[in-house]
T-cell receptor, first 115, second 111 residues
Framework: ETGVTQTPRHLVMGMTNKKSLKCEQH?????MYWYKQSAKKPLELMFV???????ENNSVPSRFSPECPNSSHLFLHLHTLQPEDSALYLC??????????????FGPGTRLTVL | SQQGEEDPQALSIQEGENATMNCSYK?????LQWYRQNSGRGLVHLIL?????REKHSGRLRVTLDTSKKSSSLLITASRAADTASYFC???????????FGQGTRLTINP
C-alpha cells in the first residue's frame, strides 16, 4: 500500500454517461496528479494540483474535468467520453518542492472502459 | 517531445542473472527517477538520483547517472521471479516542475 487510494478500481461506461473517479492520499502531501496510461503509449500527465490550485493542464479535452477540494482529495469528472479514452487512470501525490519534483506515490489506478 | 526513452523495450533473463536497463533524455534535469509497475497496477518508486549524483544503491538496485551523456542505467542484481514487471525512468526537467515518463522496459525473469 502506497497511501494513495483510488475508487472505483474498474469502471465501464457508455459514451453518454457521467461518472467520477476519486483519489485520496493519506501521506500529508500537497501536490496531486492525474495520469492516463494507454496501451503501448508512455504515461501521460493530465493535470497537476499544488496546494489545491491547478498548475498544469496538459491540453486535456474538456470532457475530463478535475476537482481538488483539498490537498488530500482529487476527483476526475468524466462526461461524453469516447472509446479512445479507455485506459488506466492513475492518481499520484508528492510533497511540493518548488522547482524540483519529488518522489511520486501512485494509487492502484482505475481501469476505464468506454463503450 | 518525449524526454526519457528506455532501452531495451523488453528484456528476458534467467533467475539469478543481472538485468540492466538504460534511459536516455534530452534536456537538463533536476533529478531522474526510476519506477516499477506490475501489470495493470500503480507505479512504485524505486530510486531518485539528483543531477549532482553519479550513483545510488538500494538493496539489489544500482542506478547510475551520466549527465554529460544524458543517460541513466538501472541494474538489478541476482534477479528473482518477483522482479518481473515494467520499469520506467522519469525525468524532472529543469524548470518543468513535472515528471515525464518513458515508455518503459518490460522485464521478464524466467525461473
Amino acid at each position: 500500500e502506497t497511501g494513495v487510494t483510488q475508487t472505483p478500481r474498474h469502471l465501464v461506461m457508455g459514451m453518454t454517461n457521467k461518472k467520477s473517479l476519486k483519489c485520496e492520499q493519506h501521506l500529508g502531501h500537497n501536490a496531486m496528479y492525474w495520469y492516463k496510461q494507454s496501451a503501448k503509449k508512455p504515461l501521460e500527465l493530465m493535470f497537476v494540483y499544488n496546494f489545491k490550485e491547478q498548475t498544469e493542464n496538459n491540453s486535456v479535452p474538456s470532457r475530463f474535468s478535475p476537482e481538488c477540494p483539498n490537498s488530500s482529495h482529487l476527483f476526475l469528472h468524466l462526461h461524453t467520453l469516447q472509446p479512445e479514452d479507455s485506459a488506466l487512470y492513475l492518481c499520484a501525490s508528492s510533497q511540493y518542492r518548488g522547482l524540483e519534483t519529488d518522489t511520486q506515490y501512485f494509487g492502484p489506478g482505475t481501469r476505464l472502459t468506454v463503450l | 517531445s518525449q524526454q526519457g526513452e528506455e532501452d531495451p523495450q523488453a528484456l528476458s533473463i534467467q533467475e539469478g542473472e543481472n538485468a540492466t536497463m538504460n534511459c536516455s533524455y534530452k534536456t537538463s534535469i533536476n533529478n531522474l527517477q526510476w519506477y516499477r509497475q506490475n501489470s495493470g497496477r500503480g507505479l512504485v518508486h524505486l530510486i531518485l538520483i539528483r543531477s549532482n549524483e553519479r550513483e545510488k544503491h538500494s538493496g539489489r538496485l544500482r542506478v547510475t547517472l551520466d549527465t554529460s551523456k544524458k543517460s541513466s542505467s538501472l541494474l538489478i542484481t541476482a534477479s528473482r521471479a518477483a522482479d518481473t514487471a515494467s520499469y520506467f525512468c522519469a525525468t524532472d526537467a529543469t524548470g518543468a516542475q513535472k515528471l515525464v515518463f518513458g515508455q518503459g522496459t518490460r522485464l521478464t525473469i524466467n525461473p
